[in-house]
């Protein structure tokens, strides 16, 4: 199975700083990378499919980037609302293995 | 719009079944792959399962396979997930999810809708 690690596992940071995820993957995935928000009590929301494609509706200060094994999610203005779990899910292979997730606080 | 609607969680005893479903409606049931995901409290996302529109493939976790069984009734509209032998570590919320596809392969999808998720507790 593919393993998938996300660092860091939580982060604190100010509304409108710049805001790094990383998610590595025990072998290459080519770019079968999606990330997902989730805030507490809600289902989870898409908001990155392909590795660096926006889901419709998200804010454009979400993006992401990377292939093969390591890839990133990056909100370039951090917002209260912002507040939330990230998850990467790799679809390259079944089982459809999640990251660990990585809780992000507002200072 | 898009729906789906998860029921069938509750409490039950360790060894015994449950039966979740996930009414759907908005899209064409009958043309898009489907799957369940599980969440356990205060832990993160687990995938558990798959299936192919037409309900050929399935596919499953190492820690159900053998124990829940994926299933759909595209003429009901309705995903379900069978859980037989059930252990208190299967304690979660419970999503089923819509797939989409953006590329032609079998890779090429991600998870665009999201159910509410219902609560299966296993406790004796």
């Known amino acids: 199975d593919i393993q998938m690690t996300q660092s860091p596992s939580s982060l604190s940071a100010f509304v409108g700083d710049r805001v790094t995820i990383t998610c590595r993957a025990s072998q290459s995935i080519s770019s079968y990378l999606n990330w997902y928000q989730q805030k507490p009590g809600k289902a989870p929301k898409l908001l990155i499919y392909?590795?660096?494609s926006l889901q419709s509706g998200v804010p454009s200060r979400f993006s992401g980037s990377g292939s093969g094994t390591d890839f990133t999610l990056t909100i370039s203005s951090l917002q209260p609302e912002d507040f939330a779990t990230y998850y990467c899910q790799q679809t390259f292979s079944p089982p459809r293995t999640f990251g660990q997730g990585t809780k992000v606080e507002i200072k | 719009q898009v729906q789906l609607v998860e029921s069938g969680g509750g409490v039950v005893q360790p060894g015994r079944s449950l039966r979740l479903s996930c009414a759907a409606s908005g899209f064409t049931f009958n043309t898009y792959g489907m799957h369940w995901v599980r969440q356990a409290p205060g832990k993160g996302l687990e995938w558990l399962a798959g299936?192919?529109?037409?309900?050929?493939?399935?596919y499953y976790a190492d820690s159900v396979k053998g124990r829940f069984t994926i299933s759909r009734d595209n003429s009901k509209n309705t995903l379900y997930l069978q859980m037989n032998s059930l252990r208190t570590e299967d304690t979660a919320v419970y999503y089923c999810a819509k797939e989409w596809s953006y590329y032609y392969d079998s890779s090429g999808n991600c998870l665009d809708y999201w159910g509410q998720g219902t609560l299966v507790t296993v406790s004796s």
């Open positions: 392909a590795a660096s």
């Open positions: 299936i192919s529109f037409d309900g050929s493939t399935k």
